[in-house]
């Protein structure tokens, strides 16, 4: 299907129609906030699920059960996602855990005069456009990317789902209340999962064991996440995600854009990138 059939535009950025809906969106834009949620903000492919496994993990101070049991979407659910309504996000006692992959710019009213504690991941942008082209190919609601070439050009202008890589990680560093965003990449948790267990616990205020945290890094590595039902998407039916294609804890690496960008493709995206992050001072820990 083309991106006018599949898409819906909603404040300027692109978004698959069926799982973003009109009601889900006014939801959203109604949502009240309370001061001890915790909102995990991604650009997608960025490490989402990853950190939908260390936030409930950390918050239940190590007892698995709600990951053991609860799909990652209704443990930390999108507040943008249709089904987000009817998980009754107003009867949960607090800390709530929440997810968005929106912009800074796009974050509700609620969001601004609360002000929740978030959780910014950030990922190499090659390493998102790999994960992406990748995801993209198996999913029906997702627009098919086809050649490699064509999905840069159009990754790189922000015509996909939730807009610019560039403007999502612009957005929040230029967040007005950064004491409050915790800023950290996914190659930060794949060099030292322990160290970043730790940091985010601390940022969660929420005081854990050494050895306590050591068990919930071990739980979050990749080869033990693949294999929780409850974090792979093995659950969702082959009609939406077709796993048989790519799977969707895929690789779980940093730098595997050297495997998926030619010489030429990696050039033209570094120099994209150098042109529209020139005024970003933020120094990136990528690979
Ligand atoms: P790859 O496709 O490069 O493997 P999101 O959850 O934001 O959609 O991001 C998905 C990406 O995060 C996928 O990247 C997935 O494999 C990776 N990921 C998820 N859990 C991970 C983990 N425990 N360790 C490393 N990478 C993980």
Redesign the pocket.
Known sequence: MTETELYRVYKGVYMPANVYTPQSLKYYEEFSFRPDDIIIA?Y???????M??IVPLIMSGGDPASVETLPNWRRVPWLEVDNTCKLHLEQRPSPRMLSTHFQYTMMPPSFSEVKPKVIY?M?NPK?VF??SF??YGMTSFLVNPGPQSEFLHKFLDGKVTFGSWFDHVKSWLNAEDKDRIMYIS?EE??MDLKDSVARIAQFLEKPLDPEVMEKIADR???K???QNKM?NYSTVSREFMDQTK????????AG?WKNQLTVAEAAYFDAVYKDKMKDVKFKFVWD
């Open positions: 991604t997608p492919k960025s490490g989402t699920t990853w939908q496994e991941v990922r390493d790999t994960s990748h995801y996914y948790m794949i979050c590595l990749f033990n996440m693949k974090s790519s799977e969707f804890l895929r690789k779980g690496i595997d």
